[in-house]
Structure formats: structure tokens, C-alpha cells
């Protein structure tokens, strides 16, 4: 399995100005609501809402802004209700592309999404058009401050599929019901974590020669990305 991390990478360098650090947060905070609307807003109680937890620590969510979605969540007041929808396209060059929404207007999302393909050259395909093509997998990044062997084999042991070196990192992939033990097992050795959340891996990847035709696709990417009731996009363009 290769090429999670370089995009992923580019994101979080992106995300590292105040304002859009701002919008991934409020992006995370929704899905720590509906996560958690109905719950007793216990994370050992909750299995989703202990996911989404990880994957705000992975994006260095302040552990305060955390606990007040999740107690707006869990308030007498939480009366927002949010639809997931998924929306399936290609980029140019037919890169598939599969968009996760919340959204409190399907409507409004879908015009939003639609036109977003438009302008920026790709199109927007039916229900199970490209689904198919990515795999749920928990992706885990860890800085290389462990030793190699020791690292590789707690990760193995403990349920993950598949270990990557790479320049300055370990990329861990792992079935989604072992992403937890996994991280446990990881978190014993004390590694310190870039990347750990659930989400979809391309089971093949399409290699673009083209900069030019990356830079579009990299430019509907982040389109879409921008879109608020947007909480995730992925693709299967292989990384350079």
C-alpha cells in the first residue's frame, strides 16, 4: 500500500495558519456534535465519538474546544440537526474523488458541490460510482523517534497491516476495528503521533505525469475542501 502521507502533509502545513486551523476545528467540532447529540457524552461509552476525538487530537484540537462540542452536543440547547451525505466525481484526468458532508440543507450542499466540479473541470458521478475504489483503513504517522524493529513489530502485533518507513516518519496502516489497539500499543512506547485517524485509502493509486494536471486536481481538492458542509475528501492520485 503506498502514498497517504504527502498530501496529508501538505494539509497539515496548510493548516497551520490561524485561519484555517479555525475552519478545521469547526468542521471537527460539528462531527464531535452529531457524534455525540443523544449520549451522555462519555468517550468510553461511545465508540464513534471516541474515533472523532482521536481525530481532532491528530489535527491538535485544544482538548477545551473538545469538551464544549461535546457539551454543546450533550445540552438541553442542541437542537442542530446534521445530515451525513457522501458525493462521488472525478477530477481531470478521471481521478476519483469521494466527498464525506454534515449538512443542515441537502440542498444547498449539493448545488454547492455540483458547481464546485463544474468550475474546477471535473464531474460529478452517481452513488457507488468511485466508492468502491478506497478502502476504510486507520492511518497512523509517527515522527521516527522509536527504533525501527520495536516499533514495527508492537504495531504488527497488535493488528496493523502494513508499516512504511519513510524519511522522517513511520506510516502505519491498519484494519479500522485494530486502529485503536494499535495506537495503544504505540502510545505505550511513547511515540509521538503526526497522523492518526480512520479514513479511506485508495486501493490504487493513478500516477498524473502532468504538473499541470495535478495542479488542477489539487485545486478542485481544495475547493471543495473550503466548502463548509465539506468534512473530507479523497482521492486516488498518486503522490508525487
Known sequence: MSGHSKWAKIHRAKGAADAERGKIFQKLAKEIYVAARGTNGNVDDNPTLRMVVEKCRSQNMPKDNIQKAIDKAIGKDATEDFESIRYEGYAPSGIAIMIDCLTDNRNRTASFVRSTFTKRGGNLGTDG??????????????????????????????????????????????????????KEELEKLRATFLTSEITYVAENEIEIDSEETREKVYALIESLE???????????????
Open 129 to 182: 460510482s468511485v466508492s468502491y475504489l478506497f478502502n476504510r483503513k486507520g492511518v497512523i504517522e509517527i515522527a521516527k523517534t522509536l527504533e525501527e524493529e520495536s516499533a514495527m513489530m508492537s504495531a504488527l502485533d497488535a493488528g496493523a497491516d502494513d508499516f512504511i518507513t519513510e524519511e522522517d516518519s513511520y506510516l502505519i496502516y491498519t484494519p479500522s476495528d485494530a486502529f485503536l489497539s494499535v
Open 226 to 240: 473550503e466548502l463548509d458542509d465539506v468534512q473530507d475528501v479523497y482521492h486516488n492520485m498518486k503522490e508525487e
